[in-house]
């Protein structure tokens, strides 16, 4: 990456610099390739950060599905984290997971559970919790909310049989010829998933993160106390695809130990550490054997630690110097946080970022952990908060003795709730990834790049002033 002028001697964040438009043979933006080029089998640079009100086992199979890859966090006991990455596991590349729902749930529980979305299906199960019939979620519009689910009468869509579904352009035609959005997949009579047009047309679009035996891939996060080693060997026993060591201050001589630690057990999986904002930290993390340094100290959503602290570094100068530094020693970077818009995802590739993880921007979708809540005027919200903040650190030490999880609490930071609304035009994590990714696709043909590796080398960024940053946003009346 080169700038357009003199670089500043300052620190940048990513509102601060602009893409260059330069020369381009690539013709479309389905031409470019997304795949990052770390070990970490990410087909699409996007990973879903390790808070408990961003991932869970539903959002880490769907984004999995799009190429992604989601980090179960740390605060979450082993037998739990079992099931989750069985979860995952166990779930289609292709057809959407069902959403099931009981005869005794009322309607506004059904709601809750899917909203009335574009091709959104709810499955009702029969007495011993078998799926029995797949019906629009739009079906729910006109009950009364105390009423159940078993008094409903809605009819059911059709459904096709799993033989017939294994090429998405295939079963879009199917979809299209019983003129519907979705239908119900069967797999000898019984009711195993089912598929939307969209995620038909996606899947021709996004190739899965897979694992060597076709499954979906998971990483998951280990703290630095206790005996991170032990633990990410169990996790890996439990079949994760990538170990985050994670802690908010990754250049610390207990992270460098903990990753040296992980290291000599010999897992064979990527092992991601941080959080750094410096050379030297990449070189120490890489060093005890990282393969992947998170990048990034306060510039997230839910952080409160520059202003708690003023410690952290603007994420730009951070991603663009720690990148550097990692290619030259064989590793890469993830760069954490602080995107709010798919400009900052291509800001980040840019500067050398193999990856970028998002938390509260995904903490606001239909897969994210938690219930749909509604607000005072209907919209639909999930509650979030930071993982430094009184309510992350009551989850992580709940397991001490009462004084001292007090003791623990009195020096949290960072958010402990926050409304996220869902975006009712992308309400799912599907529709941010279409949203993100075309972004990042139009970026890259603007550079002339039809790879993440020829994107950075070809990436020219100019400096800008706030009102050059404010020139950019479309304005939401008339002048």
């Not at 980090?71 to 779930?91: G, N, S, T, Y």
């Amino acid at each position: 990456m080169d700038f357009l002028t003199e670089r500043p001697a300052h620190d940048l964040t990513y509102s601060d610099v602009f893409l260059v438009p330069q020369h381009s043979s690539v013709g479309s933006r389905l031409a470019v390739d997304l795949t990052a080029d770390d070990p970490t089998g990410l087909r699409i640079p996007l990973v879903a950060a390790n808070m408990t009100s961003v991932t869970g086992p539903r959002l880490a199979a769907a984004l999995a599905r799009r190429g992604g890859l989601a980090v179960l966090p740390q605060d979450v006991a082993l037998q739990e984290l079992d099931a989750a990455i069985h979860q995952v596991k166990q779930a289609s590349p292709l057809l959407d997971p069902l959403v099931l729902a009981r005869p005794s749930h009322t309607i506004a529980q059904a709601r809750a559970l899917a909203p009335d979305t574009r091709g959104a299906l709810l499955t009702l199960v029969d007495e011993h919790g078998e799926p029995e019939r797949c019906i629009p979620a739009s079906a729910l519009a006109h009950a009364l909310p105390d009423s159940t689910v078993g008094d409903l009468v809605a009819e059911a869509v059709p459904a096709i049989d799993a033989d017939d579904v294994t090429d998405p352009r295939e079963a879009f035609a199917l979809i299209e010829a019983a003129g519907v959005e979705a239908v119900a997949v069967r797999r000898h009579g019984r009711i195993i998933g089912s598929l939307s047009a969209r995620s038909a047309v996606r899947a021709t679009i996004y190739p899965p993160a897979l694992d060597a035996h076709g499954r979906l891939r998971v990483a998951a996060a280990v703290g630095i106390n206790g005996d991170p080693a032990e633990r990410a060997a169990a996790l890996v026993q439990a079949g994760v695809d990538v170990i985050v060591i994670d802690t908010a201050h990754g250049h610390q001589e207990q992270a460098v130990r903990a990753v040296r630690e992980v290291a000599a057990r010999d897992l064979s999986v990527p092992i991601v550490a941080g959080n750094v904002v410096t050379p030297q930290a990449v070189r120490d993390l890489v060093e005890a054997g990282a393969h992947v340094i998170k990048v990034g100290v306060g510039p997230g959503a839910m952080c409160t630690t520059r202003m708690m602290t003023a410690v952290g570094r603007p994420q730009f100068s951070a991603v663009l110097e720690t990148a550097h530094t990692a290619r030259e020693l064989g590793a890469r970077v993830w760069a954490d946080g602080g995107v709010r818009y798919p400009r900052d995802v291509a800001l980040a590739l840019a500067a050398g970022a193999s990856a970028v993880m998002i938390g509260s921007w995904f903490a606001g979708t239909l897969e994210a952990p938690g219930d749909i809540e509604v607000d005072e005027q209907g919209r639909w919200f999930k509650s979030s908060w930071g993982m430094a903040s009184t309510k992350a650190v009551e989850q992580r030490f709940r397991r001490l003795e009462a004084f001292e999880r007090a003791r623990k609490t009195l020096f949290a930071e960072g958010i402990s709730s926050s409304r996220i609304y869902l975006d009712t035009e992308r309400p799912s994590i599907d529709d941010l990834l279409d949203m993100i990714t075309s972004g990042l696709r139009s970026s890259m043909t603007y550079a002339g790049a039809s790879t993440l590796p020829e994107f950075h080398d070809r990436a020219v960024v100019g400096v800008q002033s706030a009102a050059g940053y404010d020139e950019g946003k479309a304005l939401p009346v008339s002048w």
